[in-house]
């Protein structure tokens, strides 16, 4: 005897293109967030994304979840871009100089 199990349609789909009702039934399941159950999916050319399961009675999804992943050196550069610019995007005259010395004057010593 087949088990259904394995004769379920399989689908990778975004959040985004589930029905309001799946959705909400998604949000049921993980009431506290998608962390502890995303899985990481690596595609050939290097990509990769991320996806939480979900099932229902005629499919088996992997829902993909948009995921902010931190690079921490285009963070710096967007903390040195702010501090160093004015409010309308401008650079602070003697920003360079700051900048290149560490930000201490030479009458410091």
């Known amino acids: 005897m087949a088990n259904p199990e ?27 967030g998608f962390a502890d159950a995303m899985m ?3 595609k050939p050319n290097g990509d990769f994304f991320y996806v939480v399961p979900f099932e229902t009675d005629d499919v088996y999804y992997l829902v993909k979840i948009d995921v902010k992943v931190d690079d921490p050196a285009q ?5 040195e871009k702010d501090f160093y610019t004015d409010e309308d995007g401008g650079d602070i005259k003697g920003a360079e ?10 009458d410091d010593e």
């Not at 100089?97 to 030479?106: A, L």
């Open 6 to 32: 394995l004769n379920k349609k399989r689908i990778v789909t975004s959040y985004h293109n589930l029905t309001a009702e799946q959705q909400e039934e998604l949000k049921r399941i993980y009431p506290a």
């Open 40 to 42: 990481r999916i690596d």
């Open 75 to 79: 963070a710096e550069e967007e903390i």
């Open 97 to 106: 100089d700051i900048q290149d010395n560490g930000g201490g004057s030479d």
